[in-house]
């Protein structure tokens, strides 16, 4: 079954220092979402991507993040200066033409899991 | 604005039990209700989905369904297994809105032998 890969898997890195954190999707799907989720807390959506631009983009998705597809595979986060806030579990998800529209689900990866020390 | 609650966990049960995952919802249009489960070290997978009230989503002996009334969505499963350990996410996506699907906290369900 075709699979959503995301990389790496566990990052440690120090306040203030630039993360990317990458994904690969599903080869025919053009939507791209990245979520989060805080140790204990909802999943909370950050944003999405199609046809190379951000469509939707949640409140925490400030100046600090930012998202490109630069190769058209890989689909990256960047979070500029890291806080100790950040410290997460990003998912990556993807979906296939009208997925939403239909109700359906998304495809998720297996998450990076961001430590800020 | 959405937000789906889910009870808290960890929800721990002996193989065979009955199992039930609650879940309720508030949303301003008309939503589509989602179960996603992650195992360990994986992504979420959509378990079942329901898109409009009344409907039951069942899958792999799951089953959950789309209560307009009580705006509910519990998670149930007759007899779990070891194997069903997992974190369970219950998720809406508001199809009068912007789809994007919002989540709960995810519940956590460790099975013992």
């Known amino acids: 079954e075709p699979e959503v890969t995301q990389t790496p898997s566990h990052q440690v890195t120090q306040m203030g220092q630039e993360v990317i954190l990458r994904c690969v999707p599903i080869?025919?799907?053009?939507?791209f979402y990245w979520y989060r989720q805080i140790l204990g807390q909802k999943v909370e959506f950050l944003v999405s991507?199609?046809?190379?631009?951000?469509?939707?983009k949640s409140e925490i998705f400030d100046d600090q993040f930012s998202v490109e597809r630069p190769d058209g595979s890989n689909f990256t986060l960047k979070i500029r200066s890291t806080k100790l806030e950040d410290s997460a579990m990003y998912f990556c998800?993807?979906?296939?033409?009208?997925?939403?529209?239909?109700?359906?689900?998304?495809?998720f990866g297996s998450g990076t899991r961001l430590t800020v020390v | 604005g959405n937000s789906v609650t889910q009870m808290e966990g960890p929800v721990t049960l002996s193989e065979e039990a009955f199992l039930t995952i609650n879940c309720t919802y508030t949303a301003t249009g008309y939503p589509s209700l989602f179960w996603y489960v992650q195992y360990p070290g994986e992504g979420l997978q959509l378990l079942l989905k329901?898109?409009?009230?009344?409907d039951k989503g069942s899958n792999k002996g799951f089953e959950a369904t789309y209560r307009k009334e009580t705006t509910s969505f519990h998670l149930e499963k007759g007899s779990v297994q070891v194997s069903d350990s997992a974190v369970y996410f219950c998720?809406?996506?508001?199809?009068?809105?912007?789809?994007?699907?919002?989540f709960g906290r995810g519940t956590s369900l460790i099975v013992h032998p």
């Open positions: 998800a993807t979906g296939p033409p009208g997925h939403l529209t239909r109700g359906e689900g998304y495809t």
């Open positions: 991507f199609y046809n190379n631009e951000i469509s939707e």
């Open positions: 080869s025919n799907h053009l939507y």
């Open positions: 998720a809406l996506s508001d199809q009068g809105g912007s789809y994007i699907p919002t």
């Open positions: 329901a898109t409009k009230a009344d």
